[in-house]
């Protein structure tokens, strides 16, 4: 119950944009939280609902909220919100590649993808950076 309490979390705060040198996993980002914010929540937060940004909000609105939640929460929602935005482009970005690299590779269960990861010399800096922000090297 704790685990999908903190996934819904970080699923939820994964609404807020920017920009950051790094993505980050869900698993990753739910440490993050609940090491910076875990205290702040059952205390300022404990009974809000998740969703529609409410415990974004919540978390932010409390003044007594510490100053490192704050922050933590800013940070991982941009390294999340990154890491999905690459997951979505990460074939179009890497197109080029993978009709020079994996052309003969069949398409569909990832196989594409899979092969693009196992070329990592032959493939281009910029889809070699986007594999990464998409998590899968």
Do not use: H, P
Request: charged share 20%; with cysteine.
């Amino acid at each position: 119950m704790k685990r999908f309490w903190w996934m819904t979390l970080i699923s939820m705060m994964a609404v807020s944009s920017g920009a950051s040198s790094q993505t980050m996993s869900f698993e990753q980002a739910a440490v993050v939280l609940l090491n910076s914010c875990g205290k702040d929540i059952g205390k300022y937060c404990r009974n809000v609902n998740l969703g529609a940004g409410r415990m974004r909000s919540c978390l932010l609105q409390n003044a007594g909220v510490s100053a490192a939640c704050k922050a933590d929460w800013a940070r991982v929602a941009v390294a999340v919100q990154k890491r999905a935005k690459a997951r979505v482009t990460v074939l179009k970005v890497c197109e080029a590649d993978a009709l020079q690299l994996c052309g003969m590779v069949q398409k569909g269960d990832g196989q594409i993808l899979d092969c693009m990861v196992a070329a990592q010399r032959g493939v281009s800096a910029t889809c070699n950076q986007a594999i990464t922000d998409a998590g899968y090297r």
